[in-house]
């Protein structure tokens, strides 16, 4: 398996555009984390699924921001409209059953920069 | 709520021991975390220590934990250049993902 692949691995963006990242999560597994990384805020759990379903988005920082997980291949996370304080590395994590921490994998993140 | 400090910078020459220090407020905290972050990669997963341990040994790593002072270290024997990284430690209530407090990273550097 090729671990968990996140894409793109860099973006861009002006404000008050819609970004969208993207997560392929390892084949099996049936957590799927997202967390932002910056530098005041260090590591922070966004969202997380448990097989397709949004168990805890309380991390979520406000509603410009949705996550989705259509199948169990897949999740997104949206953000509508980007503002420049949005800028993060955004990593997705996947996990087998019982979200285990030590079972976790993380990808190597999406690095946003909103301008 | 849950916070979990480490000092930003720590540099040393390549072969010397490396210890990175970390203090957390949760006494309830169960499992505690050291987590490694190469240049453009994810985090990957050192090692981790159960509360009710003082150390843990895996290989050139060394882990030592002071619950009573709430305070956890990093100890990376032969220092090699490779090991130059961002480390995280993190704690949690249980092993649960959803749980994890990480604290803001040491940046590794080693000097040949």
């Known amino acids: 398996d090729a671990g968990v692949i996140q894409s793109p691995r860099h973006e861009v963006t002006e404000m008050g555009q819609e970004v969208t990242l993207r997560c392929k999560p390892i084949?099996?597994?049936?957590?799927l984390f997202w967390y932002r990384q910056t530098m005041m805020r260090g590591l922070e759990l966004l969202i997380y699924f448990n097989n397709n379903v949004p168990i805890d988005d309380s991390g979520m920082p406000e509603d410009r921001f949705s996550a989705k997980m259509p199948n169990a291949s897949f999740s997104t996370l949206k953000i509508q409209p980007s503002e420049p304080r949005d800028s993060a590395v955004y990593f997705c994590?996947?996990?087998?059953?019982?979200?285990?921490?030590?079972?976790?994998?993380f990808g190597q993140g999406t690095r946003l920069t909103v301008v | 709520g849950e916070d979990v400090e480490q000092s930003l910078f720590l540099s040393v020459r390549e072969g010397d021991s490396s210890v990175i220090n970390c203090t957390y407020t949760d006494s309830s905290s169960t499992y505690l975390y050291w987590y490694k972050q190469e240049p453009g990669a994810g985090l990957q997963l050192l090692t981790y220590i159960f509360s009710n341990m003082d150390m843990k040994q895996d290989q050139r790593l060394t882990v030592l934990l002071n619950k009573k002072d709430k305070h956890l270290s990093l100890r990376i024997a032969d220092t090699q250049t490779g090991d130059s990284a961002i480390y995280f430690c993190?704690?949690?209530?249980?092993?649960?993902?959803?749980?994890?407090?990480f604290g803001g990273g040491t940046r590794l550097m080693v000097k040949p």
């Open positions: 993190a704690e949690g209530l249980n092993n649960a993902g959803n749980m994890l407090t």
């Open positions: 084949s099996g597994h049936d957590y």
């Open positions: 994590a996947s996990s087998p059953n019982r979200a285990l921490v030590t079972e976790a994998f």
